[in-house]
T-cell receptor
Framework: DTEVTQTPKHLVMGMTNKKSLKCEQHMGHRAMYWYKQKAKKPPELMFV???????INESVPSRFSPECPNSSLLNLHLHALQPEDSALYLC???????????????FGDGTRLSIL | AQRVTQPEKLLSVFKGAPVELKCNYSYSGSPELFWYVQYSRQRLQLLLR??SRESIKGFTADLNKGETSFHLKKPFAQEEDSAMYYC???????????FGQGTELSVKP
């Protein structure tokens, strides 16, 4: 299995809802990432998990809460989002987060999130 | 500062013409550079990485440390090459990828 799988593919939620995005990989990768992408813009890094520990938080608002239950799974819990949070949320994984390994990141299809 | 610059937001060529998508970087140390492609409504896919020096879908990219560039080239563009292309630099902070702003390539028949 050489894919990163994200569910759901689409999500529409109100500003008071609580929902979760899920990401799964079975490539044995030890680093997993959440990105936010707006149309025709590059992905913006949100969080990095390295060996199941949060290693980077790019000053993301607390209404986004990541969780890494095990080395294959990554969740993003959403609560009280704003309309400007509507975007494509991408999950990625890489074999090793260390510098000098030239390991690429493998991306999922993303979850297209719309906040009403 | 760690930065990736893709100067062209949009590049439009005719089928069969050569294409070059420019990428310049700023990084102290040995850079790890990648090209990613995103076709319409598809996932971001790795196209090339500088260390492999391979050709994928007819595309090549050479790292020029003197000019701090990693331009993507293809001698004969095809309509199916139309997509968004991102150049990315792996920073020195926990595997973080630093993306350029992207170049939208449009190949006309």
């Amino acid at each position: 299995d050489t894919e990163v799988t994200q569910t759901p593919k689409h999500l529409v939620m109100g500003m008071t809802n609580k929902k979760s995005l899920k990401c799964e990989q079975h490539m044995g990768h030890r680093a997993m990432y959440w990105y936010k992408q707006k149309a025709k813009k590059p992905p913006e890094l949100m969080f990095v998990y390295s060996y199941e520990k949060l290693s980077i938080n790019e000053s993301v608002p607390s209404r986004f809460s990541p969780e890494c239950p095990n080395s294959s799974l990554l969740n993003l819990h959403l609560h009280a989002l704003q309309p400007e949070d509507s975007a494509l949320y991408l999950c990625a994984s890489s074999q090793d987060p260390g510098q000098g390994t030239n390991q690429p990141q493998h991306f999922g299809d993303g979850t297209r999130l719309s906040i009403l | 500062a760690q930065r990736v610059t893709q100067p062209e937001k949009l590049l439009s060529v005719f089928k069969g013409a050569p294409v070059e998508l420019k990428c310049n970087y700023s990084y102290s140390g040995s850079p790890e550079l990648f090209w990613y492609v995103q076709y319409s409504r598809q996932r971001l896919q790795l196209l090339l990485r500088h260390i492999s020096r391979e050709s994928i879908k007819g595309f090549t990219a050479d790292l020029n440390k003197g000019e701090t560039s990693f331009h993507l080239k293809k001698p004969f563009a095809q309509e199916e090459d139309s997509a968004m292309y991102y150049c990315a630099l792996r920073g020195n902070q926990g595997g973080k990828l630093i993306f350029g702003q992207g170049t939208e390539l449009s190949v006309k028949p």
